[in-house]
């Protein structure tokens, strides 16, 4: 029988006690993450798409960090955006600062909103310890 390990920063705290749900689960040497949304520190939106974006991969690695891993443990990873066509080569190229060949697969999806109003992209990532 599997067991999974919460995975919970102490910036994750509140999420996980009161909305009930961890930063990432890990199970059998994989990290399973929850959405990640690109807010600045005050908790807003930042207006730049591309700092959205670069906030977003900057969460992303802390959870990672916080599981012991870094962007080179991810597998696969899965990006909803708001602007899907509109944003593409930004968000591109801002991923690009955090990833590198192997390319983890992926699959990127158009949306009409996410849970932070104005947010336009979030990130679910999936890696592998070792």
């Known amino acids: 029988m599997s067991v ?7 910036t994750g705290r509140y999420m996980y006690d009161n909305y009930h749900f961890s930063e990432a689960a890990e199970c059998d040497g994989l990290l399973y993450c929850s959405g990640v949304i690109g807010t600045a520190a005050d908790g807003n939106i930042p207006e730049a798409a591309r700092e959205e974006f670069r906030n977003a991969w900057q969460g992303v690695g802390a959870v ?5 891993m870094d962007y ?39 949306i009409t ?17 070792g």
Request: no cysteine; aromatic share 10%; proline share 4%.
């Open 72 to 110: 080179e443990n991810i597998v696969e990873y899965t990006s909803y955006h708001v602007g899907l066509q509109e944003l593409m080569g930004s968000f591109m190229s801002v991923r690009d600062e955090f990833l590198s060949a192997p390319w983890p697969a992926w699959t990127a999806i158009g």
């Open 113 to 129: 909103e996410l849970a932070v109003p104005g947010a336009r992209v979030e990130i679910r990532i999936t890696a592998k310890r």
């Open 4 to 10: 999974f390990k919460a995975v919970v920063s102490e």
């Open 64 to 68: 990672l960090k916080e599981a012991g």
